[in-house]
Structures are given as C-alpha cells and as structure tokens.
C-alpha cells in the first residue's frame, strides 16, 4: 500500500459524516456528496425483495468487502448472505461469501459503477455484479467472472425482470420498483 494509499483508507475509517453523505475518492481529491432519496428508496426496496424472494437469506447494505485489494474494499450498496453467516456486528464481509453486489448508480459515481467497480468485483470472483442505473432508469447485470473480468452481461430497462443465480435458487428482483432520477 502507497502512503497516499494508507491516508486515504485511515480518512475513509475515521472520518465520521452523517448517514445522507458519502466521501468519495476523485481524481479532483475527497469528495463529499449527497446520498438521494431514489437512491435510499430504490436501495430498500431490492432489501425487500430479496426478503421475500430469497429463502434463508438476508439482504446487507452499508459494509465494505475483505480482503483490501490494492488497498481498496468497495462498499456495494445491496448483497445477501445466508441467515446462518450474518455476523449483526460485523460491518465487512468476505468476497467469497457473497453470491451477488448491487451498485445503485449515481451522478457522481457513474463512471466508477460501471468501470472501476466491475472489475474489483469479478478480480475478487463474485459471481454477479448488477448495476442499477437510477439516472438512465437501466440495469446491467454482469456475471461468470474470469481473469479479472465478466464474461457475460445481461441488460434492460427498468419494469424488467432480472434475474440473479443465488446459490441453488434464482432471486428474481421486479425493476419496475426502481427509482428514476
């Protein structure tokens, strides 16, 4: 890890913001932007559906994923674990436990969901990475991660059905629940 690397990670573990702010890393430096209502409703409601889609399993929001790679571990906005592997005061969970992360895209972190993210998730080999994208009101859900990229890609429009392998079952998330910005 770069210096530059080890003060940025120890800012983003002490510093204490209110739960509507987010601090992002730029290229123009740290950043605090505004976590929007769409984004907060459009979060919650995959929760939902993944409550009552997913049988024994229960949704995640607001963790980091472990190990640090590069001296990075991304915060997805949505995951799920079986009941049985949720540690409540855990705040990280392992890559390996984590059958699927959703990004709920927003104006600032665009370019960052849709490339940089991509590839952290298919280099730590999570098996689906979907993209919710509240300003385009589109969805991309990636999937079969290998050497570091997804091999396939599925995309729609909100009001599609997307479909997500989970283990031995299928979460089926109704986009039509989504929020547009």
Known sequence: ????????????????????????????????????????????RIFSQIDAGLPGWVPIGEFRVRPAREGYMPEPDVSALPQEQLDPGSS????????????????????????????????????????????????TLLTRPRDGAYQHEEAGVFGDRIEIPVADQTLTLDSSQFMRI
């Open 92 to 139: 990280e969970f392992d890559e390996g436990v984590l059958p699927f992360v959703v990004e709920v895209v927003s104006p600032e972190s665009k370019n960052r969901d849709y490339s940089t993210k991509s590839d952290h998730y298919a280099l730590r080999g999570i098996p689906a990475y979907l993209i919710v994208d509240l300003l385009a009101a589109r969805w």
């Open 1 to 44: 890890m770069t210096v530059a690397e080890g003060w940025v990670a120890d800012v983003l573990e002490t510093l204490q913001l209110p739960r509507r702010m987010r601090l992002r890393l730029t290229r123009n430096g740290l950043t605090v932007v505004p976590v929007t209502q769409a984004h907060v409703t459009t979060q919650m």
